[in-house]
Nanobody, 117 residues
Framework: QVQLVESGAGLVQPGGSLRLSCAAS????????MGWYRQAPGKHRELVAA???????NDKNSVKGRFTISRDNSLNTVYLQMNSLQPEDTAVYYC???????????WGQGTQVTVSL
C-alpha cells in the first residue's frame, strides 16, 4: 500500500511561486496516476492536475500556464510547481495516487498554501 507525504507548504504573496512535493513509499510508484487536488474553505475538493506513470498530464483550466505537474519515478516523487499565485489559489493541497488495481485511491495528509499580502 502506497503512503504519501506532502511538503512545501507556505505563505506567499500574490504573484509568487511555491513548489509542492509528494513522496511516495510502499508501492510501485510508476503504476499510479498521481494527482494534486485542493480544497478551499467551504468548497469541495477539486482536481488541480494529474500525471500518469508515463508522464501524460491533465490540468485544471484555471491553472493552465501557471501550474506544472511533474514526476520523478526514480525518486518516487511528484511535484507541483505553482507560479503567478493568486489569493484564489489559497487552499489545502492534497496529493493523490490512483490505479485501476486498487479499490480506493490514496491520499496524503494535505499541505496548506496561503496566498496573501
Amino acid at each position: 500500500q502506497v503512503q504519501l507525504v506532502e511538503s512545501g507548504a507556505g505563505l506567499v504573496q500574490p504573484g509568487g511561486s511555491l513548489r509542492l512535493s509528494c513522496a511516495a513509499s510502499g508501492g510501485i510508484f510508476n503504476a499510479y496516476t498521481m494527482g494534486w487536488y485542493r480544497q478551499a474553505p467551504g468548497k469541495h475538493r477539486e482536481l488541480v492536475a494529474a500525471i500518469t506513470g508515463g508522464g501524460s498530464t491533465n490540468d485544471k483550466n484555471s491553472v493552465k500556464g501557471r501550474f506544472t505537474i511533474s514526476r520523478d519515478n526514480s525518486l518516487n516523487t511528484v511535484y507541483l510547481q505553482m507560479n503567478s499565485l493568486q489569493p484564489e489559489d489559497t487552499a489545502v493541497y492534497y496529493c493523490n495516487a490512483d490505479s485501476p488495481a486498487i479499490v480506493r485511491s490514496i491520499w496524503g495528509q494535505g499541505t496548506q498554501v496561503t496566498v496573501s499580502l
